[in-house]
Nanobody, 116 residues
């Protein structure tokens, strides 16, 4: 069973930055495209960014394009999300999963709160 553990969330002021990490319990990274997803209060979970197995580049939701960067380190079995110029509307619980998702892989997520 694959376990994905997200970390790095917290409270940050608008315009600030955070770096999220997602550690996998198995070498799923060597075979699977990965994604970061988020769920804001009262909203559906949405895809934020995805990255291919090789990790050369990512694809982004329009709402985060130019501000967020997804990356991966397959040797460390870790996925990252660098978030810059954060806005209050980025407030959400952030999750990692494969892309497309495997419902059995959802972790607890990490909460990001953007507020002054």
């Amino acid at each position: 069973q694959v376990q994905l553990v997200e970390s790095g969330g917290g409270l940050v002021q608008p315009g600030g930055s955070l770096r999220l990490s997602c550690a996998a319990s198995r070498s799923i990274f060597s075979i699977a495209p990965m994604g970061w997803y988020r769920q804001a209060p009262g909203k559906e979970r949405e895809l934020v960014a995805s990255i291919a197995t090789g990790g050369a580049s990512g694809n982004y939701a329009d709402s985060v394009k130019g501000r967020f960067t997804i990356s991966r380190d397959n040797a460390k079995r870790t996925l990252y999300l660098q978030m810059n110029s954060l806005k209050p509307e980025d407030t959400a619980v952030y999750y990692c999963n494969t892309y497309p998702v495997n419902k059995n892989y959802w972790g607890k997520g990490t909460l990001v709160t953007v507020s002054s």
